[in-house]
């Protein structure tokens, strides 16, 4: 369901940033975008490395918004928790 999800959220964005992001995490961990349901943390930071910390921000806080999960603020700890617990359940 999150690596379904992150996938509209890119599709979003555009097919470049998709196929980017995905180029990069198969090149770093060997795995695509389902990389997110092992590790949003590397998730993060691969998209934080590619295109920067406000762009990697705002796709995990559309991410959280479009899972319907609750974070305690829009702080992005809180909201990598929140994805953390989520799949962790």
Excluded: C
């Amino acid at each position: 369901m999150v690596s379904a999800t992150a996938r509209e959220v890119l599709q979003w964005l555009g097919a470049p940033f998709e196929a980017t992001i995905t180029a990069y995490l198969k090149s770093k961990y060997g795995k695509g975008i389902e990389i997110i349901e092992e590790s949003p943390r590397k998730f993060y930071e691969a998209l934080r490395e590619l295109f920067g910390e406000f762009a990697a921000k705002m796709f995990i806080y559309n991410l959280v918004n479009e899972l319907h999960l609750s974070a305690k603020s829009n702080d992005i700890e809180d909201r990598l928790r929140a994805l953390e617990e989520y799949l962790s359940s």
